[in-house]
């Protein structure tokens, strides 16, 4: 299905040297007269159908169903025309489509500004007529599967491109920078999850001053980042995760004012937070995890917008600053693996629908914030391995849709709030070595999501409820080294019929004193269903 009659575009304007070339040339422009007349776009309508014969053969797709030729083309699922009949746009996302993209033919689609093949199976060869695609404005070809192919070598000829997604393609090789020199009008650059040789930040996308969009991640950078970054004002978003960046953060990000999300996590950078970060108040994603930063948060405190704040695995240390309390917006603090001290703001995550906190392996000290689940959306309380003190807010009793509840490693006491114990969605309890007293509560009864129950080194008292064989998802159990009495680890094995393994385990805790203590050494449970 490759046979191509000469396009409009293509006609050959040759001197006439002989008589087919003019009977045919005649042939031509009663051809022309006719769908003039008829106003039909004859030569949109072939392409298309050859592109549908070409990817049809190896697709299986119902794309193409309403591509008939008794049907008007401007009506075909994916095709948009103007008023002219011509077609302006082909968008077949999420469509199936295996095989090659046919551009030699498409790229004859005079008006054609709008490509999107987004999210389907295409792969090489690909991109050896996309020059010809010259009034493209947009086009999106991510999330394919052009595996071991290379980028094209020249795109410069798509010199009105505004929106260009090649992420997630596996694409290889270099990217030409040269050509974004052409791309002036870019509005969106995505280039991301690609397997491109590595690179250092390329100075040709440091002069597209209209870019609101960049991802640049996982695809091979190497390097700083550039100063002139801060020429890119009208960025909006900006990803450079999981790349190899080294060097300080510029301290001309500051000049970022519109950036609402800013991605560097999973590089290689150091240093601090640079000053400026305080002026990007419309900030609200801001990701740095994974790298090696370090001093305090002192430039987040204006940034009042933030959403969502992921600074894990870093060498950052100071308080969190107060202000993080008031922000009203905030869903997602994640800061675990640093060296943070002092107490958490006490209003944290009570405004909006906050659902993560992972302050993980700190130096925290003081309460535990009482209200992160006021609106009834958290999910995620991950507090461990810091110096909590205080008790387990009984606020958390009501908080039904909390999964996982890890308070593990730290200095709490008091009693746990009986409704803890019966959350319905939690998956995980793990409130182990602290000074935690009292008993378990008959309210696990309602536990049923809960799988494992860590509990071992605190001061727990009383019997094992018999109502915890109602939680019936139950798998690991530990509650050595409490002050549970024996009767209850009888009543333990009895109920969930006869565990086969059943293992002493006992943890140094931090308190040697309790070992003067009568404490049950019984134990650890794995019940195997
Ligand atoms: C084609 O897709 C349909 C569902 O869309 C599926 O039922 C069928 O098995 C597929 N055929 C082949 C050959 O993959
Ligand atoms: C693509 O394939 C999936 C699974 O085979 C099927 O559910 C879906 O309907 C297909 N989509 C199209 C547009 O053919
Ligand atoms: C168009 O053609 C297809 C198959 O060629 C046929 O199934 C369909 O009924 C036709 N539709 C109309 C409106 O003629
Ligand atoms: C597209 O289809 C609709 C009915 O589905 C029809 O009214 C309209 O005229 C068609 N458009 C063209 C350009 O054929
Ligand atoms: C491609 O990049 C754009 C912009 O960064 C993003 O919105 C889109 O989700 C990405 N697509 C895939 C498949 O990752
Ligand atoms: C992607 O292409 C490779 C060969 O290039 C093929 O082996 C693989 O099955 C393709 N994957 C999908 C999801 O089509
Ligand atoms: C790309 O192609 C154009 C002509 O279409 C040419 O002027 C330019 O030098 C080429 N660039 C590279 C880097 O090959
Ligand atoms: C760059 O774009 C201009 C129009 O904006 C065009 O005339 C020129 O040919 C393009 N350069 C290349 C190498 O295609
Ligand atoms: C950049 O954007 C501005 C405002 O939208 C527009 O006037 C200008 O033409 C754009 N620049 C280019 C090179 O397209
Ligand atoms: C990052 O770059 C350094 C040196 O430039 C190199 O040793 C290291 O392997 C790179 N890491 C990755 C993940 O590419
Ligand atoms: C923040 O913005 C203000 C006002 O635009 C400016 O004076 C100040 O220098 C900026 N701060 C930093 C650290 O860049
Ligand atoms: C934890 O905090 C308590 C009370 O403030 C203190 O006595 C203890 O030494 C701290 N423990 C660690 C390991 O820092």
């Keep these: 299905m490759k046979s191509r009659r000469p396009t409009k575009f293509y006609t050959p304007f040759h001197p006439l040297y002989d008589m087919s070339w003019l009977s045919l040339y005649s042939f031509y422009l009663i051809f022309c007269f006719f769908s003039l007349l008829s106003g039909i776009q004859t030569d949109d309508l072939q392409i298309l159908m050859q592109l549908k014969s070409s990817l049809l053969e190896t697709s299986n797709t119902s794309a193409f169903i309403s591509w008939e030729t008794n049907k008007s083309m401007c009506n075909f699922t994916g095709i948009t025309c103007n008023s002219d009949g011509f077609v302006t746009e082909i968008k077949l996302s999420y469509q199936n489509l295996t095989g090659v993209l046919p551009l030699d033919s498409i790229c004859h689609l005079q ?142 990000i500051g000049n970022l004012l519109n950036l609402s999300w800013l991605d560097l996590s999973d590089n290689s950078f150091t240093g601090k937070l640079p000053a400026g970060l305080r002026n990007l108040t419309k900030l609200e994603k801001f990701d740095a995890s994974r790298n090696y930063l370090e001093g305090d948060l002192f430039e987040l405190r204006f940034l009042n917008n933030l959403v969502s704040l992921q600074l894990s695995d870093n060498k950052l240390s100071g308080h969190v600053p107060a202000e993080l309390g008031k922000f009203k917006k905030l869903e997602i603090l994640s800061v675990s693996r640093n060296s943070f001290t002092g107490p958490l703001p006490q209003k944290l995550g009570s405004w909006a629908e906050f659902y ?26 991950l507090m461990l391995q810091n110096n909590l003190t205080g008790e387990i807010p009984a606020s958390y009793a009501n908080c039904s849709t909390l999964r996982f509840f890890k308070v593990n490693n730290n200095s709490l006491s008091g009693i746990v709030p009986a409704g803890i114990w019966g959350l319905p969605n939690v998956y995980i309890i793990d409130i182990a070595l602290n000074y935690i007293e009292g008993p378990i509560a008959s309210d696990i009864k309602n536990a049923k999501s809960l799988a494992q129950l860590f509990a071992s080194n605190n001061r727990l008292s009383g019997e094992l409820p018999a109502e915890i064989s109602e939680a019936t998802s139950l798998d690991s159990i530990q509650l050595n080294d409490n002050e549970l009495s024996v009767m209850t680890s009888k009543a333990l094995l009895l109920k969930h019929s006869m565990p086969s393994k059943m293992k002493k385990k006992k943890k140094k805790k931090k308190d040697t004193s309790r070992d003067a203590k009568q404490n049950n050494k019984v134990i650890s449970v794995k019940i195997d269903k």
């Design 111 to 252: 008006s054609l500004e709008k490509l999107s093949f987004q999210s389907n199976y295409l792969h090489c060869p690909i991109m050896d007529h996309l020059n010809n695609c010259v009034n493209l404005q947009f086009l999106d070809l991510s999330n394919n599967n052009f595996t071991g192919c290379l980028v094209p070598a020249n795109m410069s000829s798509l010199s009105k491109l505004q929106y260009l997604y090649l992420n997630k393609s596996g694409f290889s090789g270099t990217f030409p920078w040269k050509s974004l020199q052409n791309m002036t009008g870019l509005v969106h650059l995505s280039l991301g999850d690609n397997l491109f040789n590595p690179f250092s930040f390329p100075k040709e996308v440091l002069k597209l001053t209209n870019l609101t969009w960049l991802n640049l991640s996982n695809c091979g950078i190497q390097g700083t980042i550039p100063a002139e970054i801060g020429n890119l004002k009208e960025l909006i978003n900006l990803e450079l995760y999981l790349n190899n960046l080294t060097g300080e953060i510029p301290i001309e």
């Design 356 to 381: 993560i906190i992972d302050v993980s392996k700190n130096f925290f000290t003081g309460p535990i914030p009482p209200d992160m689940c006021k609106q009834g959306t958290m999910r995620y309380l």
